[in-house]
């Protein structure tokens, strides 16, 4: 059989072999490999800051650090918080994350996993007198290909926390496949977490169920495509993953107060709109203007806000800016228009955003 490197989605395999050991032993168990990989407390760690922001927050009491091999070559390290636990039940606990390792790379990988025994404290003290002449020590950088260990998997940028990195991974995720339908358990998978635990992240970072989060990123693009083109609203919504074009207008009213038809025929002048996804990293206490001002700066879309009465507004945005009050831009939040200006209305339990250029006080 040809060899296979070890993939993301494997490590969301030892992911969950740790999650169902801790769950069932009650010992907390994390794994580093020597490529710089942490698994640990359901997440799966690659940015070596996240790594690092990780480990020095697990807190381990009494740790067991047991030495993983694979194909007769040290691999990384398994870690057990063993406290008051017996010699025996650490060596069943050897035994058992074994087996379940050898299980994962029976089905996707070739090789044979081992687990070594224990490292005494005094064998870990020794392993850190390499530190002393690690810097004559040839880099890893430097190795050829062919040297270089079996796994490969994608650089990611350095999140600002774990958690947020996590969220923000999500977000993408809906960000990108807003035309498909979407399920938790689909967006949980794509995150090597449970969906239990993502559902707990949406409601304790961005204070809003995954599905509302979902369906404010599909009726933002809706809206997008109601005053922007001349497609159906069948088309719309079967572009957008809903079956049922009943169920989407249905959705869509009770989230803007108005039919996809209704808001296309009021907002027909629309020239421009700009779509700001609420992101984990979002501080709630940020105004929509905060949030917005941001987001063109990121995104190096130039932008000029004046004030009226005292009252701070958006002027320009790119090329487009208020025109003797007949054009200018208006502000949603989650498919409904404010009354309060965008600097009195913060994102706590926002999920998206959107600036639109068009022409005051219709009446047609």
Known sequence: MTKQSIRQRDFQEISNVLSTFTSLTQIKAILFTLNGILVANHFIYLNPESVKEALAGQDLKAPIVLPVCLEKRVWGIIILEAVDIPSKRIMISKNYLESALNEISSEHFTGQFSILESLTPSQITQLNMLSIIYPSLTPLGSLSSNEHSQTQLPKVKSPSSPTNYSINIATDYIHNHLQSPLSLNEVARQVYLSPAYLSRLFK?????????????????????????????????????????????????????GQTPSEFRRQHHAVQKIYTIPRQSDSDNSKTVLDASQAYFQNNHIDYFTDSAHGVPYMHSIDDLDDTDGHKGWAYSVDGQFPLKSADQVTMTDKSVVQWVYTTYNQND
């Not at 990123?217 to 497609?231: G, H, P």
Request: positive net charge; hydrophobic residues 35%; aromatic residues 12%.
């Open 204 to 256: 304790k970072h961005l204070h809003v169920n995954f599905i509302e989060y979902v369906n404010s990123q599909k009726i933002a693009l809706a809206q997008e495509k109601l005053a922007m083109s001349q497609l159906t609203v069948r088309e719309i919504s079967s572009n957008l993953g809903y079956s049922q074009t009943s169920y989407f207008t249905k959705l869509f009213k009770r989230r803007t």
